[in-house]
């Protein structure tokens, strides 16, 4: 069983809202200085956008994910929850990297790395939707998971909702 860091799933209303703050910025900013250059408006437009995305409330871990090769185990501040994978209707999950895993044929050399915490999972139980995002640490632990994953599929598990990332590192 492998135990993962958990993470709330974000919201894209909150990436509409840094939009809306970086227009509103700019808008703000060329009718106080009516007279400045586009390019300098548009320098003031990223820096105003950078700054909202960098003072937003930082990932905290919210929990703890174990993946078994018979079970999921979920454990956060409102749920305590362990199934069986025979009980669950439907799980997604979705696999993209390890901390520091290099993605293949990315030209832009500073975000061709994985954060660790680009990774998915959503689970269907008891009419219920729980999903989270998680955080994998390193090379070993995404071992572990193709392993368990493995295992789920020999196991006769539905493995249609599960997409690992193929990028070669």
């Known amino acids: 069983?492998?135990?993962?860091?958990?993470?709330?799933?974000?919201?894209?209303?909150?990436?509409?809202?840094?939009?809306?703050?970086?227009?509103?910025?700019?808008?703000?900013?060329?009718?106080?200085?009516?007279?400045?250059?586009?390019?300098v408006l548009i320098v003031l437009f990223f820096l105003i956008l950078g700054y909202v995305m960098i003072t937003e409330k930082s990932n905290k871990a919210i929990g703890i994910l174990f993946l078994g090769i018979?079970?999921?185990?979920?454990?956060?501040?409102?749920?305590?929850?362990?199934?069986?994978?025979?009980?669950?209707?439907?799980?997604?999950?979705?696999?993209?990297?390890?901390?520091?895993?290099?993605?293949a044929g990315d030209f832009v050399p500073r975000f061709n790395v994985f954060s660790g915490i680009?990774?998915?999972?959503?689970?269907?139980?008891?009419?219920?939707?729980?999903?989270?995002?998680?955080?994998?640490?390193?090379k070993a632990e995404e071992d572990q998971i193709f392993n368990i994953i493995q295992q789920w599929e020999k196991s006769g598990y539905d493995m249609s909702n599960i997409s690992i990332n193929k990028k070669k590192h």
């Open 1 to 39: 069983m492998i135990k993962l860091k958990l993470y709330k799933q974000d919201d894209n209303r909150l990436v509409i809202l840094q939009i809306i703050v970086g227009v509103l910025g700019l808008l703000g900013i060329y009718f106080i200085f009516p007279n400045l250059e586009n390019s």
């Open 70 to 103: 018979n079970e999921i185990k979920l454990e956060t501040i409102d749920i305590n929850i362990q199934l069986n994978l025979s009980n669950i209707d439907k799980i997604e999950l979705f696999y993209s990297g390890y901390k520091g895993k290099k993605v």
């Open 118 to 138: 680009d990774n998915f999972i959503a689970i269907d139980v008891l009419n219920k939707r729980l999903q989270y995002k998680f955080f994998v640490e390193d």
